[in-house]
Structures are given as C-alpha cells and as structure tokens.
C-alpha cells in the first residue's frame, strides 16, 4: 500500500504506479476529461503532483506524438482508477510504462473527488507520495520540503539554447495551400512553452524560432 501526504497531515491511501519512488511536489487537480500525457508534459506542471479528476485515467495509452516538450516536468500523478488495458490505435505504451520511462510516481485507487474538494477548499499545499514503510520519514522531509512560492520555475524548464520550432503534430483543420509565401517570423521566448502553441504559429504560417528565458533583448 502506499499514501498521499497532505502538508497539514491529511492522508489519501492508494497502490503505486510508474517508478514508485518517493516524491515531493505542490498538489494541484486536472479537470481535463482526456490528454493526460499532454498534461504530464507540460512544462507549466512543473514541480506539481496532478490529480486528475476524471477517474478513468490509462485507456487509451500513451505515443510519440502527444508531448507538449521533450521531457516531464509534473512531479507525480494521483488517479482514481487506472487502465491497464489500453485501448486506441495511435497507443506505443501503456501509462504505466510512460511513467516508469520518466522515472514518474503516481498513485492509483485514491478517492479523487475527496481529494479535490479537500484541496479545493484549503488550498493547494506540499505533498508527498510514498510506501506506507516510508511514511513516517516522509513526514519529516516534507516538513523541509520547499515550498513553490518564489521558485524560479522558467529558468528550470526552459530549453538549453535556441533552435527552430518545426510542427509535431498536423492539426486536421490544418491547410498549407491557404499560407502566405512569405512567413511572419516569431520570436518564442520559452519560459514554458507548450508543443501545440508552436503548431498553431507554424499552421498561422510563421516561422518561429524558441529561445531560452534568459536571452536579453539585445
């Protein structure tokens, strides 16, 4: 068994999923009905446990196309019931292979809709997921645990230097015979930048090029 800790030591019991590590992070919920990969990639998560209010979370798997940025920034997941089954056509891995790839936790079997009306009446606050054997440590550590406010998150997430934004994902609403020859050029500077928002200035017919937070205006 294993438990989400609350900061003000309210307990959420559940099963691990993914790399089943201990992990900190602020507690937020997702009210999206589908796009939890999209969720996990988004670079805006960092440093968040995300509970997801929807309860199925898993059946339609994971692939290579639905990453808002290279890598996961969420810290962890909390989900009321998981699909081990995966069951769409564009799926390369199950959830829980995702997560064990990106070296992500998550929790599975926790009562959801407790948690959101909880942390939606007393805020979001640090968190902790563990095994149940690693509980009583997990109280001390997240007592130490920094807290978000202040935290400089964008130079966290940020790319490592500039390159040039290409299109992942072609939107079917998508018509390159109606762009212009000549292209609007963007600057993108990334202090979290999603995947899609790039796609819709590229399918606006710009050319964009990303840089990191830190580039001066000179």
Same mark, same amino acid.
């Given at each position: ?124 606050? @640090? &968190? !902790?997921?563990?095994?149940?054997? *690693?509980?009583?440590? $997990?109280? %001390?550590?997240? =007592? ?19 390159? @040039? &934004? !290409?299109?992942?994902?072609?939107? *079917?609403?998508?018509? $390159?015979? %109606?762009?212009? =020859? ?37």
């Amino acid at each position: 068994m294993a438990t989400i800790l609350l900061e003000d030591g309210k307990c959420f019991k559940g099963t691990l999923i993914g790399a089943k590590s201990k992990i900190f992070g602020e507690l937020v919920f997702n009210t999206s009905m589908t796009g939890y990969q999209e969720v996990l990639t988004d670079p805006s998560y960092a440093g968040q446990i995300i509970t997801f209010t929807y309860p199925e979370i898993g059946n339609y798997g994971c692939n290579h196309n639905d990453y808002e940025s290279d890598d996961c920034f969420a810290s962890g997941i909390v989900i009321r019931n998981y699909s081990p089954l995966v069951s769409n056509y564009r799926s390369q891995e199950t959830l829980d292979s995702f997560l064990k790839r990106h070296d992500m936790t998550g929790i599975y079997g926790v009562d959801t809709r407790a948690l959101t009306r909880y942390i939606r009446d007393n805020g979001s606050m @640090k &968190a !902790v997921i563990c095994e149940d054997a *690693e509980l009583e440590q $997990a109280k %001390k550590e997240l =007592e130490s645990f920094p807290s978000m406010n202040g935290r400089d998150l964008a130079s966290e997430v940020t790319c490592k230097s500039a390159y @040039k &934004a !290409v299109q992942k994902v072609v939107s *079917e609403f998508y018509d $390159a015979s %109606k762009l212009q =020859e000549t292209k609007k050029k963007v600057l993108a500077i990334d202090f979290g930048v999603k995947q899609n928002i790039l796609n819709k200035l590229i399918e606006c017919g710009c050319e964009v090029e990303v840089v990191p937070a830190q580039t001066s205006a000179q």
